[in-house]
Antibody, heavy 126, light 107 residues
Framework: EVQLVESGGGLVQPGGSLRLSCAAS????????MDWVRQAPGKGLEWVGR??????????EYAASVKGRFTISRDESENSLYLQMNSLKTEDTAVYYC?????????????????WGQGNLVTVSS | DIQMTQSPSSLSASVGDRVTITCRAS??????LAWFQQKPGKAPESLIY???TLQNGVPSKFSGSGSGTDFTLTISSLQPEDFATYYC?????????FGQGTRLEIK
């Protein structure tokens, strides 16, 4: 059974840092792209960024709103995904979800979200 | 960035009804379109990818169609557990973007 369990959220002051973790189990972690998505209170979903799989050298992509401040990494030995968040702003307040992506079998081109973690609240406030 | 626009933003329907939600992309995305369902206080769940392919375990009451810029999600025979917010998402190019959501409420 695929499981994604997030941890590390909490309250942090503006300008501070926080690291979120996502522990993965039930699948071969290195085969999959992994994403972070966030949802501000009462708002819609916003993609934060992605790390590709081992075959694609674990390269990353980021949303413009977090590029240069957030860093996605993964530890294959721990089957864990991380989101290091620096220079946090009040507008980064959100529930953060990790999500697994699988290859789009129909096109062989894109990678599509299939499983999501339960979410982890990050509050940036003084 | 590719903008995704859903309509309507909210929708009221009755148990047993069939409803359709529309998603329009600001430029052509072929069929690189996914749909998600989210219930209050819960993580999203993946329903459909490649515009019309059901994720494993998703019931056939959900169906998707479209290509290029215009897409639809249809839910037939609504049940109480189907009342939720639905999001479309394009994965044609970075940044990945979502529609603003369609809230489906019980009439």
């Amino acid at each position: 059974e695929v499981q994604l369990v997030e941890s590390g959220g909490g309250l942090v002051q503006p300008g501070g840092s926080l690291r979120l973790s996502c522990a993965a189990s039930g699948f071969t972690f290195s085969d999959h792209y992994m994403d972070w998505v966030r949802q501000a209170p009462g708002k819609g979903l916003e993609w934060v960024g992605r790390t590709r799989n081992k075959a694609n050298s674990y390269t990353t992509e980021y949303a413009a709103s977090v590029k240069g401040r957030f860093t996605i990494s993964r530890d294959e030995s721990e089957n864990s995904l991380y989101l290091q968040m620096n220079s946090l702003k009040t507008e980064d307040t959100a529930v953060y979800y990790c999500a697994r992506s699988k290859k789009d079998s129909s096109s062989g081109y894109g990678w599509v979200f299939d499983y999501w973690g339960q979410g982890n609240l990050v509050t940036v406030s003084s | 960035d590719i903008q995704m626009t859903q309509s309507p933003s909210s929708l009221s329907a009755s148990v047993g009804d069939r409803v359709t939600i529309t998603c329009r992309a600001s430029q052509g995305i072929s069929n690189y379109l996914a749909w998600f369902q989210q219930k209050p206080g819960k993580a999203p769940e993946s329903l459909i990818y490649a515009a019309s392919t059901l994720q494993n375990g998703v019931p056939s009451k959900f169906s998707g169609s479209g290509s290029g810029t215009d897409f639809t999600l249809t839910i037939s025979s609504l049940q109480p557990e189907d009342f939720a917010t639905y999001y479309c998402q394009q994965y044609h190019s970075y940044p990945i973007t979502f529609g603003q959501g369609t809230r489906l409420e019980i009439k």
